[in-house]
């Protein structure tokens, strides 16, 4: 183990910006330890936000600092009146930043997946004991589904070959990922069409590097299709990889009711919260938290024993796949610690504030890195490897042990539980309509005909300081429900809306008549817990479903469904937001977003793609305008489809809104 490591004291001696944090946040345990730190005298990511106000050029996109004859500032008020020194204009200078968004965004995604399959090949090649292949089911289905053969063969043979293809989801110079077999056959086409079908993620992020180099690539249009490609091979490559090898070594998930939010965390146990993105170490943490030995090592100081909870999206896929409580999304991580009842905190990769170590320190609490590509200045590095998966866990509980038997600052919980049902796979949706012996969407499709369904919105993404957390997940998504929209969730998003109590079968009162009556038929919630980011591959599966069951159009621009991350801040999400609109899907954002309204290239990312047949991108920093653009576009496809005469309810558009409130 690393030697401990004092924090960086940049900011030691600053005074926290004094700001009212009811603008800041609706969550209200969030709220709780905002005040708390504020009288701590500590500074947050929303205090910090208050001080630095973004600059509006980098806001825009306006500025390039790809090579050192700048940086290069364009002018965002009238773009086209200036080029960078080497005549760059805005439209290459945006969209190359964008190109850069998306590498950066799809390489984590991928990398995550790589990750995950490298552990996949030590299970088949017998090296990783500890790990297994625990659903079976899953493992051939996914093999069939890229055609390997299954019948009549031993589960560890289709694993290894299971292996060899995945691998070329990363590593292939030249043809189509294996995935692509899944995608329907007539959206496979369109990307024909426009040479974007990704070869390998290694590839299309090397090509996209490249292309954004100076003076390479100076064309949008043609870097926006790499920009596709590249976001393809994250979503319909190394995410989809992320999640069906998860589910193959650790159960695909299947409603449980579970626990969302600070009150879950005991004062009289020892608590270790698990934040990041890769499912390795807490599957491994969640063995050890049982293990007799270290539950006697917490009685033996006087806990009544451990108390596991998660974070962030790694805590999203154990809170669907084995019910361990979430503590919070990504604007509640600084806050959490503040409780003074965080005995350990374990990171690994993705979305970790590095002011997490200073916080940790100011309240006592443990922190780790464990990933040995995110190391952070100042906190404890437990190294976890696959191959010894208990070795990390062990000494974290024991740190964490440690921890609360010394614990001297104040402890506040705030007293908040909120309960819902989640773990919602594209499996068990299949199941749950139609049953064991015919699985299927059709009762799905059905409805959507018949309007008791209006459409299916995926709503994802990030919370970010910039605007009201989980305000805009939490309107959006109720508006959506109340118009009959059914609403699919993963990430930071689904921990809002959990925390508001609408995963909970009973929130379907919140829904218009006919989802209201579809969700008691079937007794689910209105809005279906998905698990993390990278299982927003799990909604590609879903919409690639629901075009295969027919009677929705051919292709998956054809269905009456859309997306947002209204309240997004990494680049990931910027990545899975081109490749869920290169699929065909119209995508909605909200905070900023990184483009000139007037530019040819923000005209492109905004309405030319969908003309070339694929989805669009749009904006709004009003959820409730966000809901009536996304509504607006699935009446826009039921009409197409000509299934909207079914429905008798008429448009509510923004302007019926506006004048109704008067
Ligand atoms: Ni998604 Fe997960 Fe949350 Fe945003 Fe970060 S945790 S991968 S990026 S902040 S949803
Ligand atoms: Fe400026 Fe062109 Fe260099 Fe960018 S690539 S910094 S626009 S000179």
Request: hydrophobic share 40%; glycine share 8%; with cysteine.
């Amino acid at each position: 183990m690393a030697e401990e490591k004092k924090p960086v004291a940049i900011v030691e001696e600053k005074k926290a910006k004094k700001v009212d944090y009811r603008d800041m946040t609706t969550c209200e345990t969030t709220l709780q330890m905002l005040r708390k730190m504020e009288a701590d005298g500590q500074d947050n990511c929303f205090t910090r936000a208050a001080e630095m106000k973004p600059c509006p050029i980098g806001a825009d996109s306006a500025c390039c600092k790809h090579c050192f004859m700048g940086p290069c500032r364009l002018n965002a008020k009238d773009p086209y009146s200036k080029v960078g020194v080497c005549g760059a204009t805005i439209d290459t200078i945006a969209a190359r930043n964008f190109a850069r968004n998306v590498a950066a965004g799809c390489a984590a995604h991928t990398d995550h997946g790589m990750g995950m399959l490298d552990t996949f090949r030590e299970v088949v090649n017998g090296k990783i004991e500890h790990f297994k292949i625990q659903d079976e089911k899953k493992l051939k289905s996914v093999a069939e589904s890229i055609g390997i053969a299954t019948e009549d063969r031993e589960v560890m043979d289709i694993a290894k070959d299971l292996y060899a293809e995945l691998e070329r989801t990363y590593t292939q110079v030249e043809g189509e990922i294996p995935f692509a077999k899944r995608v329907p056959p007539k959206t496979l086409e369109t990307w024909r069409k426009e040479g974007i079908v990704p070869r390998g993620s290694m590839r299309e992020i090397m090509e996209i590097m490249h292309r954004s180099h100076m003076g390479v690539d100076q064309d949008y249009e043609n870097i926006v299709k790499q920009c596709s490609r590249t976001a393809l091979a994250d979503g319909w490559g190394g995410s989809m990889v992320a999640t069906e090898i998860s589910d193959i070594l650790f159960g695909t998930p299947s409603p449980k009711v579970a626990g969302v939010n600070m009150g879950f965390l005991k004062e009289d146990q020892v608590n270790i919260i698990i934040h990041g993105h890769e499912p390795l170490m807490f599957e491994a943490m969640v063995v050890a938290v049982n293990d007799p030995a270290n539950v006697e090592k917490a009685k033996a100081v006087g806990a009544k024993g451990i108390n596991l909870l998660g974070m962030c999206c790694s805590g999203a896929e154990v809170l669907g796949r084995h019910g361990i409580p979430h503590a919070g999304n990504f604007m509640s991580v600084e806050p959490v610690i503040a409780t003074g009842a965080v005995d350990a905190m374990g990171v690994d990769v993705q979305c970790i504030m590095q002011s997490l170590v200073r916080v940790a320190d100011c309240y006592g609490t443990k922190f780790f890195t464990t990933n040995p590509r995110a190391h952070i200045e100042g906190a404890v590095h437990v190294e976890f490897h696959e191959h010894a998966p208990f070795d990390a866990p062990n000494q974290i509980i024991a740190m964490a042990v440690e921890r609360y038997s010394k614990r001297t600052a104040k402890i506040v919980i705030p007293s908040r539980k909120d309960w819902g049902v989640h773990g919602f796979s594209h499996e068990y949706v299949n199941y749950m309509l139609g049953g064991e012996y015919r699985e299927s969407y059709t009762p799905l499709n059905a409805n959507i005909i018949n309007g008791k369904i209006r459409g299916v919105a995926a709503v994802v993404g990030c919370t970010n300081p910039r605007v009201k957390h989980d305000y805009l997940h939490v309107e959006l998504v109720k508006e959506l429900i109340k118009n009959n929209v059914l609403v699919v969730q993963t990430g930071c998003s689904q921990i809002s809306l959990a925390k508001a109590g609408l995963m909970r079968p009973d929130a379907a009162v919140l829904a218009g008549e006919g989802l209201q009556e579809v969700c008691e038929t079937v007794g689910i919630p209105p809005v279906l817990s998905l698990g993390s980011c990278v299982d927003n591959s799990r909604i590609l599966m879903a919409v690639a479903e629901m075009v295969k069951i027919g009677g929705l159009g051919d292709k998956i621009s054809d269905l009456p469904v859309a997306g947002a991350a209204p309240e997004y801040m990494s680049e990931k999400a910027i990545c899975i937001g081109q490749y869920v609109v290169a699929s065909g899907i119209y995508t909605v954002f909200g905070v900023t977003f990184p483009t000139v309204e007037g530019t040819k290239f923000h005209d492109l990312l905004f309405n030319g793609l969908e003309e070339k047949g694929f989805g669009k991108w749009g904006f709004s920093n009003d959820p409730i305008e966000m809901a009536y653009m996304m509504i607006d576009h699935i009446d826009k496809k039921r009409a197409a489809l000509g299934i909207s005469e079914k429905r008798e309810r008429k448009l509510f558009s923004m302007d019926d809104r506006r004048t109704a409130e008067g």
